[in-house]
């Protein structure tokens, strides 16, 4: 059966999403409006995910849909902004109505965990694409930039990076061993990532800069502190390795998978030492653990140290086009 | 050559487009913070434009980088809202700088034009697919919607609709006759359409209701009537078709594509009968012709009128999905 876009736009996309007072005109005219409060900043951000590219051709269209919107709101969580409103921008090689509603419910669940609205969207027909762009509002000028990480400042990741990139490939098949409870985590950390939204928004005031951890840990911290012209102290051994993570791929393997392994989601960011304690409240009131893996040096580039001897790490982060 | 992902950005996305004061970061962090002033609401719109099917794939880089912001600042325009941001999310299939160069070139000097600034980007390889996300401000409660359309109403458009639909014919060579000055001059409305951000301005607090014309003029009059749950009465006499339209296809086939043709970019909007002087003086300020084409009516659905004959017209517009 095939519908028009207009009536797909309407059905999937009007319908069963967070509803705000702060939306004046939502999907259905040339553009949507919306209230910003005063005394708050507009938060921006947009990520596209192409099938065969940002995720396996077959992955189930509710984590497609997840997915999309998830990789946004971990941008925002790194900016420490509240997440208030997100279009869509669907292209679709034709019109299934079940891929459609699965691919829905995902996006949906997630938009109505953080309490989004979806206020825009366009369906165009093309090869599987998809492009959010997400809009939330910090306290004026209280936005964590990548570029205030300062020498002496301590690093942090939350989570444990590296399971996203093991699940991916027990997903695309490089491990037949499909069944254990490990295998099964590690599969939903690619599959389902949590945006640390409210982790970045108990970082306000405390964190000095903060990233996403999207291309890997090495690559986004090494992306924090270029932007923070300063270098990195990197502590192997404190790494955050999950248990499933060791178990599935044994202790070095883990290790490069947490340092070079993409779509983490996790947060990577810098806290002045005067401010431990304020950082470990932040994090428990959060429910999500944090672990302190390096100290931030006047020096640029990053060094990691295993048990006191200065290593190669060798990856270099995921890079679309990288030759 | 091929360049990184981040440098590619950092390198076309993050020079010489607008600099704004409102702009508190830009490109290169998580995301960008912007501040939106009291009395204005944000308003918001998002396009997708896919190679070969919203353009030709043949299309030069620097028309496609042009398209792909207008076809947004014209959903601004029939918000009466003032483009101020927008992003920018481009899918690549590969790297080509002379292409990026090229395409930048179209993109910025319409966001220049307009005094937009570009606030953030993801570049990703894929096909060729390119969406915009433009944001924009309206003074509170003064956006224009699709909705208040009132039967007595007028019906204007501006412009002259179906030289774009005549100009994409011309470039993919269903007509030979590639030379004429009204060939060059339909060809460019399609290559370069004018959003109508003056005209959407100066008829805040004039228009009852507007739409823009994506999909064509009988379309999009159509939902906007749905939206205002009234009908049209359109007097194809009155149809504004340029001499280079009547000239390259004649009169029943310019008023087909003035009807049915997409692209144009044109406002059609509605406008109480006591406002009529006041639409005038807009239109003239706005050095942007507008044509009254008709007028509202209570009972719903489009009734065209062909020297005071109802008459049928087979068009429906430019729907992606319709079988």
């Given at each position: 059966?095939?519908?028009?876009?207009?009536?797909?736009?309407?059905?999937?996309?009007?319908?069963?999403?967070?509803?705000?007072?702060?939306?004046?005109?939502?999907?259905g005219d040339d553009a949507a409006v919306v209230r910003v409060p005063a005394g708050s900043e507009l938060v921006v951000a947009v990520d596209t995910i192409v099938s065969g590219v940002h995720f396996p051709e077959e992955l189930a269209p509710e984590h497609v849909g997840y997915r999309a919107l998830a990789v946004n709101l971990s941008d925002l969580a790194a900016m420490g902004a509240k997440p208030c409103w997100c279009t869509l921008a669907l292209t679709l090689p034709r019109v299934d109505e079940g891929w459609l509603q699965d691919f829905t419910r995902g996006f949906r669940e997630l938009a109505i965990g953080h309490g989004v609205a979806l206020?825009?969207?366009?369906t165009t027909r093309g090869p599987l694409t998809l492009t959010v762009q997400i809009l939330g509002l910090v306290p004026s000028g209280s936005a964590i930039r990548r570029s205030g990480a300062g020498a002496g400042d301590f690093i942090?990741?939350?989570?444990?990076?590296?399971?996203?990139?093991?699940g991916l490939g027990l997903i695309q098949g490089k491990n037949p061993k499909m069944q254990s409870e490990h295998d099964r985590y590690l599969r939903n950390r690619f599959l389902t990532p949590?945006?640390?939204?409210?982790l970045g928004l108990a970082l306000r005031g405390i964190a000095s800069a903060a990233i996403d951890v999207s291309d890997g840990l090495h690559a986004d911290l090494a992306k924090l502190m270029t932007a923070s012209s300063t270098g990195a102290h990197v502590d192997l051994n404190q790494l955050p390795l999950?248990?499933?993570l060791v178990d599935s791929q044994g202790v070095a393997r883990a290790r490069g998978l947490a340092l070079g392994g993409g779509d983490d989601y996790e947060l990577c960011f810098t806290v002045p030492a005067d401010r431990l304690s304020a950082v470990r409240r932040a994090a428990a009131a959060s429910e999500c653990s944090i672990t302190r893996i390096g100290v931030v040096e006047a020096e640029t580039g990053l060094r990691c140290f295993d048990a006191g001897h200065l290593v190669t790490v060798d990856t270099t982060g995921y890079d679309h086009f990288a030759s």
């Open positions: 059966m095939s519908l028009g876009e207009f009536a797909l736009i309407e059905r999937f996309f009007a319908e069963g999403f967070a509803r705000r007072e702060d939306v004046a005109i939502g999907v206020i825009g969207g366009d942090f990741v939350s989570g444990t990076p590296g399971d996203a990139a093991a949590t945006p640390r939204v409210e999950s248990p499933a």
